[in-house]
């Protein structure tokens, strides 16, 4: 939480209130393509991405542990 709220220039925004324990597991990590399509982890398809359906966002979905088990390889 910001310690004054919002910034007024966000205040109107449709907000996704995302629980900590999804955050920590990086919900929000993931990359608006455009403003119509965000991409994310498959694990979030049942949350955020129902979410951001909800709002007419097209959600395309990643395993992103497959990508980190590449990009973190020695």
Request: overall charge negative.
């Amino acid at each position: 939480y910001l310690p004054d709220g919002i910034p007024e220039e966000f205040a109107s925004w449709d907000k996704i209130f995302v629980p900590s324990e999804m955050a920590d597991r990086l919900a929000v990590n993931g990359l608006p393509l455009n403003e119509e399509v965000y991409l994310t982890d498959m694990a979030f398809r049942n949350t955020l991405g129902k979410e951001l359906e909800k709002r007419g966002v097209r959600t395309e979905y990643l395993d992103f542990r497959l990508w980190l088990q590449e990009f973190l390889r020695p």
